[in-house]
């Protein structure tokens, strides 16, 4: 289909042959009429003469001829350029060709220099529409953000589709603190569903506060009694150089406050006992003195 003059024979002995069943000046005389009947907008040659109608014998070519013969007198340039394009590839052109039509039909022919590459994919992303045939796909749309460096707007995205975990995957590239913001919005969307996954996500960002608060809320004492305990023992570990704590949540690393890092702890210890006291006051109400003596 795409070398529609030729014919191609094999043999026993695996051999291909092209036979070319016209002839070439005959092609060339018949793509250059072609060519200036749609510049002109006229036949330059009557058809007894025109080597065009007796080239284009098939039923692709005679499609071609009709569509010309269509073609207004005064026809558009795009009318133009696409029946510029089906000559060419009817006729197997090179894809040199091809390309200055795509160059032509471009933003008014205009070459963009290399520092005008960002403004122009930016732009084509903005003039394709949200939906619809032409949109271009999620997965598309955010990789077209992403080769431009424009990773918050593809996070925001993403998170309005709801797909977190690539969101979450490329907040980083924004900011730490974005990614932490990011990570606490998707904690608390989830927090009614997956409180477990809820509260991994808010120590994951740095805020035990509310990972304690998620567990004491739906009454898992044990789990908010638990996470009081590691931050408080994560903030004392990490006074003393060259020590690490396997529970240490993702906290941002600050210089050394006395004075601070004493009212720090001081907090997380009445955090911790509030927690303890209040699953005490969960085992006295259902009868349980034991366990609430050892809380």
């Given amino acids: 289909p795409m070398r529609p003059f030729f014919v191609v024979s094999s043999s026993r002995d695996t051999t291909l042959r092209f036979w070319n069943v016209t002839h070439p000046h005959q092609l060339v005389q018949a793509k250059f009429e072609l060519v200036a009947r749609i510049a002109l907008g006229r036949n330059i040659l009557d058809s007894r003469t025109a080597a065009a109608d007796k080239v284009l014998c098939g039923a692709h070519g005679r499609r071609i001829l009709a569509h010309l013969g269509s073609l207004p007198l005064q026809a558009t340039e795009e009318h133009k350029l696409s029946a510029f394009e ?5 006729f197997s052109e090179r894809a040199g060709f091809r390309d200055i039509l795509a ?13 005008q590459i960002v403004q122009a994919h930016m732009a ?34 993403l998170k309005q589709r709801g797909e977190w975990s690539n969101a979450l995957a490329l907040a980083p590239a924004v900011s730490m603190d ?25 120590l994951a960002a ?15 004492h044990d789990a908010a009694l638990l996470v009081a305990q590691a931050d408080l023992e994560c903030e004392s570990k990490q006074s003393a150089p060259g020590t690490e704590h396997p529970l240490q949540p993702a906290v941002q690393i600050r210089k050394a406050n006395p004075k601070k890092e004493a009212q720090q702890r001081q907090a997380l210890v009445r955090r911790r006992d509030r927690v303890a006291r209040d699953q005490a006051s969960v ?12 809380a």
């Fill in 124 to 157: 084509e992303i903005s003039r394709k529409p949200k939906c619809g045939a032409s949109a271009l796909n999620p997965a598309a749309y955010v990789q077209a953000l992403c080769k431009v460096g424009e990773f918050r707007t593809a996070c925001e995205y």
């Fill in 103 to 115: 160059l032509r039909k471009s933003e008014g022919g205009k070459v963009r220099r290399a520092d």
């Fill in 283 to 294: 085992y006295l109400e259902t009868g349980r003195p034991a366990l609430a003596a050892t």
């Fill in 86 to 90: 089906q000559v060419l590839s009817f």
């Fill in 206 to 220: 740095g805020d035990s506060d509310r990972a304690v608060k998620l567990f004491a809320e739906r009454g898992e």
């Fill in 178 to 202: 974005y990614w932490r913001k990011l990570t606490n919005q998707f904690a608390e969307s989830t927090a009614i569903a997956n409180a477990g996954q809820a509260a991994a996500h808010f």
